[in-house]
T-cell receptor, first 113, second 117 residues
Framework: EDQVTQSPEALRLQEGESSSLNCSYT??????LFWYRQDPGKGPEFLFT???AGEEKEKERLKATLTKKESFLHITAPKPEDSATYLC??????????????FGAGTQVVVTP | GAVVSQHPSWVICKSGTSVKIECRSL??????MFWYRQFPKQSLMLMAT?????????EQGVEKDKFLINHASLTLSTLTVTSAHPEDSSFYIC?????????????FGEGSRLTVL
């Protein structure tokens, strides 16, 4: 069965304390791995798309990497405004050809001043 | 970036009534729209996928007669929760994929929080 597992469930960081979030997946027909940020009561906000193992993407204090089995989201010197739930999702091709985005449960990150 | 708008953002209704949520793509044509449901501290669960002009495809366990989805145009999809009950209270989020897009880069609406009393 296809699975997307994120760890840890929650992460509390001091401002400036770098850390990494993990997303491991077992999905057949993978066509991309996505990272989203979600603030409370809001829809997900797109961050990155990764398509192949070894690929890396960066945006401000965030850097996403991808291997054949997992992806990491590195947060370097986080600020309180980086506090959010970070969602990982994998896109897989389905028999109906539309494809589906399957989400992990998310990692809730709190950055304290 | 592309904008997807949902309306209403918040809705409170009595048990047994029906509620309609709209999802609009404001600056692109959305050939495919997805409806998700999210319970507190849980991830997004795909409910159904709809293509413009076609019947929606529902995920296993989602009642199609209860969650009516209409995708009548390339910029609008609606989700109607019929005969709503308190257990239907949730955060409903739509997303849209533009014409010509073959990947999962979806644009999400801001979500609609439904509370059924």
């Amino acid at each position: 069965e296809d699975q997307v597992t994120q760890s840890p469930e929650a992460l509390r960081l001091q401002e400036g304390e770098s850390s990494s979030l993990n997303c491991s997946y077992t999905v057949s027909g993978l066509r991309g791995l996505f990272w989203y940020r979600q603030d409370p009561g809001k829809g997900p906000e797109f961050l990155f798309t990764l398509y192949s193992a070894g690929e890396e993407k960066e945006k401000e204090r965030l850097k996403a990497t991808l291997t054949k089995k997992e992806s990491f989201l590195h947060i370097t010197a986080p600020k309180p405004e980086d506090s959010a739930t970070y969602l990982c999702a994998v896109f897989r091709v389905t028999t109906d050809s539309w494809g589906k985005l399957q989400f992990g449960a998310g990692t809730q990150v709190v950055v304290t001043p | 970036g592309a904008v997807v708008s949902q309306h209403p953002s918040w809705v409170i209704c009595k048990s047994g009534t029906s509620v309609k949520i709209e999802c609009r793509s404001l600056d692109f044509q959305a050939t495919t729209m997805f409806w998700y449901r999210q319970f507190p501290k849980q991830s997004l669960m795909l409910m159904a996928t709809s293509n413009e002009g076609s019947k929606a495809t529902y995920e296993q366990g989602v009642e199609k007669d209860k969650f009516l989805i209409n995708h009548a145009s390339l910029t609008l999809s609606t989700l109607t929760v019929t005969s709503a009950h308190p257990e239907d209270s949730s955060f409903y989020i739509c997303s849209a994929r533009g014409a010509g897009s073959s990947t999962g880069e979806l644009f999400f609406g801001e979500g609609s929080r439904l509370t059924v009393l």
